[in-house]
């Protein structure tokens, strides 16, 4: 069993500094939106915002609620209250903070009261740590991306961009890239039967494979937006509607309630428009190099269509380098995603077994079951 140490609440300490400042910086685009006169950039910048968080505070409440009934305790009021205010994240943050500190700091076998004191103190920080992991992936993607994809957006289509602009693209892509990495190692620690993403080259080669895949696929999109807004948007819809219907197709049991579950697939949709995502513990070796191949020719397809049909929408000293950027980064993220799969995935050893799950395991115990994850 894992023991949380005092470099473990640093880290935890630095996802919380990430996430208020990724929520202070989308509110200063906001409210800059609105104050210039871009209304329409402001409001779908609030959008994203409500979006992403509302559909969080969904998933955190049913598992506080859940957790709390198998525990044989009623839901206090006062969370449904929190998670109205959209604190849900907060809460979390400060339980995780508060029990990393006593087992790094003190003697480590206090417990609180929130749940039964014979469980084993770093599981149940564990089990919350990846909880919450699992919170800041859906939110980075329901909220990140495409929050990423309009700061892009307008940047390159009004050539010049604001000290807010320029902060909320870097915010964006370090809170993608941190709560992607901190999922997939917080996953891989709290299911017993997967071995551990150890090492500073794994987790380094997983990073970049996701971040210049996603980069490289979000300035497509802008480009495609600046093309046709109709078609971009068709395309991003038509994607969902796959990714949801492939979440049917594999029969995710994730939740313990249907409308939770429905829910769940509907997320997992929105996500496999910007990346790949193993819904199940299953090998996913052809439909991942399928996604991967489509995901090229897509991205090529664009890139061809602009280079035929030149437009002078946006700043014409950008198309070289943002063309060179797209393939760039393309190539990149698929170099990186052969390495890690190839040599530095840590079950490449086991090639037999499935894949980690990235929609948690039902399969490790009664709680996963039932769709807890505190």
Avoid at 2 to 9: A, E, G, H
Avoid at 210 to 227: G, H, Q, Y
Wanted: glycine fraction near 6%.
């Amino acid at each position: 069993m894992m023991k949380y140490t005092k470099l473990n609440f640093m880290m935890s300490a630095l996802g919380v500094i990430i996430y208020i400042t990724d929520l202070i910086v989308d509110i200063w685009v906001s409210v800059r939106f609105f104050y210039e006169g871009q209304y329409v950039f402001g409001v779908l910048t609030v959008s994203f915002m409500l979006f992403g968080t509302i559909v969080v505070q969904c998933f955190s409440y049913s598992w506080f609620k859940a957790d709390l009934k198998k525990a044989g305790q009623e839901s206090p009021r006062c969370f449904l209250l929190l998670h109205c205010l959209q604190g849900g994240v907060f809460t979390r943050y400060w339980f995780v903070l508060k029990k990393v500190y006593h087992l790094a700091f003190k003697d480590g076998s206090q417990t609180d009261n929130f749940m039964e004191e014979q469980i084993d103190p770093h599981k149940e920080v564990l089990d919350r740590v990846t909880d919450l992991s699992m919170l800041r992936l859906f939110e980075t993607y329901l909220e990140g991306c495409p929050q990423l994809v309009l700061q892009l957006y307008t940047f390159l289509g009004y050539g010049q961009a604001n000290f807010s602009q320029y902060a909320a693209i870097v915010v964006s892509c370090c809170a993608i890239s941190w709560s992607t990495v901190d999922y997939q190692v917080a996953l891989r620690k709290s299911l017993p039967d997967k071995n551990l993403l150890n090492g500073f080259w794994p987790k380094l080669a997983y990073l970049f494979y996701k971040l210049f895949t996603l980069l490289s696929w979000m300035l497509s999109v802008v480009l495609l937006l600046f093309l046709n807004v109709k078609i971009a948007l068709f395309l991003l819809l038509f994607l969902w509607v796959l990714g949801i219907l492939w979440a049917f197709k594999k029969q995710t049991q994730f939740c313990a309630s249907m409308g939770m579950e429905f829910l769940y697939r509907i997320v997992v949709g929105f996500i496999l428009v910007f990346t790949f995502f193993n819904v199940k513990g299953q090998n996913t070796k052809f439909p991942m190099s399928c996604y991967y191949i489509v995901r090229v020719l897509a991205t090529l397809g664009i890139l061809i269509v602009f280079w035929v049909c030149p437009l002078s929408v946006f700043n014409s000293d950008y198309f070289v380098p943002l063309t060179v950027s797209i393939a760039l980064t393309l190539l990149l993220g698929i170099i990186f995603l052969i390495v890690y799969y190839g040599t530095l995935h840590p079950n490449r050893s086991e090639e037999t077994k499935p894949d980690e799950v990235d929609g948690k395991s039902v399969q490790r115990d009664c709680r996963m079951k039932y769709f807890l994850m505190e």
